[in-house]
Each structure stands twice: as structure tokens, then as C-alpha cells.
């Protein structure tokens, strides 16, 4: 197996450092240090920390897509396909012991006011993670598995803000009761069937 250059180092290094103690938490030198490699090498590969965070963030993103697999496996209900889902991040939560939380929340609440290029890519992400939920509500308000009144997009953006809200709060409490509390809402009440749903006039 080949050894990873030298801006892999970095990116590895820097997506667990980002990932662990924050933006505003993880200076170059730390960032290098744990990579081992010079810190004059860092501004060989990225302009600026900001471009390290974009790249750390393209690969957070491509491990949480692939957990969305499900979303799309045909082989199992819909409905039950949002629920595991769910059900694997908040596993994932507990095997992190809600330290981490999840990277793109962190740096939204971190960096969104100050970073353009940082917004920008985080937008783009919640963007995509909100289309794969949406097309599985679809699919199952196609089989009346869940209640038809409210649009899949809406539904799916909720979905979404209220599990990153939950991650938060799991964070500070440091147990999994609000994603639990998650689960029983969405899953009992806000998605079943024949939930009732006000409609405004």
C-alpha cells in the first residue's frame, strides 16, 4: 500500500482535528504537528486554513454519503429506510461518546458568519443531504406510509434541522436522550400515517 503524500497527511489530520476540537480550536501547528510534517509544507498544499476546512469538509461529506445508501435501497420500505437511517447516526453518536458531534454542524455554528467560502460549502452540503431524504419521503408518501399533506422537501428540511438540533443538544448533555426523543416524535407521530396536520389559511 502506497504511503499517503504529504496533503493527504494534512487532510487526515486536519478532518480529525476539525472534526474533534473545532475551527477556531485547531491552529496550523496543531494541525501539522499531528500530520508530521513541517508546517511550512501546510501553504505548499492549502492557501489558507480556510481551504483545509473546505477539504476536511468534502471529506466528511463523502463518509455521511455513504451511510445515505439506504435511503436508496429498494429491497426495504421506505419508511423503515429513514428510520435505520436515523437510528445509525444516533449509534454513531453514542460510539463517539457525543464528543464530536456532527462536522457539519460544528462549522456551521462556528464559521458561518465568517467565512463565505465556509457557508458556501456548507450550504451545498445541506443542500444534498436535504435531496437524499426527500426523495425517500417521496417514495414513501408514494405508498401512503406517511402523510401526504405537508411536501417531502419540507418535510426532509425538518427532518434535517430538528436531527442536527438533537446532535447539539446531545453534545451538552452528553446522552443520547434527544435523539431518542427524535426518534419518537418523527417516527410516531410527525411521520406516521395518518398524522393530523394544520394546514395555515
Not at 54 to 71: K, Q, V
Not at 118 to 140: H, K, S, Y
Request: charged share 30%; aromatic share 8%; proline share 3%.
Amino acid at each position: 500500500m502506497p504511503k499517503p503524500n504529504i496533503r493527504e497527511k494534512i487532510v487526515a489530520a486536519g478532518f480529525e482535528r476539525l472534526h474533534r476540537h473545532g475551527f477556531n480550536g485547531s491552529a496550523v501547528q496543531d494541525i501539522t504537528d499531528a500530520a508530521q510534517v513541517p508546517k511550512g509544507s501546510f501553504y505548499n498544499h492549502f492557501e489558507s486554513k480556510e481551504a483545509l476546512g473546505a477539504a476536511a469538509l468534502d471529506r466528511y461529506w463523502e463518509l455521511t454519503e455513504r451511510g445515505l445508501r439506504i435511503l436508496s435501497d429498494e429491497s426495504i420500505p421506505p419508511l423503515e429506510r429513514l428510520k435505520r437511517y436515523f437510528e445509525s447516526l444516533a449509534d454513531l453518536m453514542e460510539i463517539w461518546k457525543y464528543a464530536k458531534g456532527c462536522m457539519v454542524g460544528n462549522l456551521s455554528t462556528e464559521l458561518a458568519d465568517h467565512s463565505r467560502l465556509m457557508r458556501d460549502r456548507l450550504a451545498m452540503i445541506f443542500a444534498a443531504w436535504t435531496r437524499a431524504l426527500e426523495g425517500c419521503i417521496r417514495e414513501a408518501q408514494a405508498e401512503r406510509a406517511i402523510n401526504t399533506d405537508l411536501d417531502a422537501a419540507t418535510l426532509a428540511a425538518f427532518l434535517l434541522n430538528a436531527w442536527e438540533g438533537a446532535v447539539l443538544r446531545s453534545k451538552v448533555d452528553k446522552d443520547g436522550a434527544a435523539q431518542r426523543q427524535f426518534l419518537t416524535v418523527i417516527f410516531s407521530c410527525l411521520l406516521a400515517p395518518d398524522a393530523p396536520v394544520r394546514r395555515r389559511r
